[in-house]
């Protein structure tokens, strides 16, 4: 698969890092998702695989949770930018 796209349905990967990376007692890892993420886009890089990641389907319950209006974040997002550039 050398030099091919590979499509990637993020959500099952988000989804296994989430259930089974853990620490040495039993706990799940705070950021697993982004270790797993990381690893397995390095490997396919390293095979000279281009990763293609698809988010698709409805949002999940927690994302739900936390999506306010949009007219909020594109406010605070703007004065974000202009408080980090000057």
């Known amino acids: 698969m050398e030099g091919k796209a590979l499509a990637i349905d993020s959500s099952i990967w988000i989804y296994q890092f989430q259930a089974t990376m853990r620490d040495k007692e039993g706990k799940a890892l705070l950021n ?11 490997k396919l890089l390293f095979y000279g695989i281009k990763p293609v990641f698809v988010f698709d389907g409805g949002a999940p319950a927690l994302k739900r949770n936390t999506i306010v209006c949009p007219e909020e974040i594109s406010t605070s997002s703007f004065q974000n930018s202009l408080f980090i550039q000057g």
């Not at 697993?32 to 990381?38: C, D, M, N, S, W």
Request: charged share 20%; hydrophobic share 55%.
């Open 32 to 42: 697993a998702h982004v270790l797993g993420f990381l690893r397995r886009i390095c």
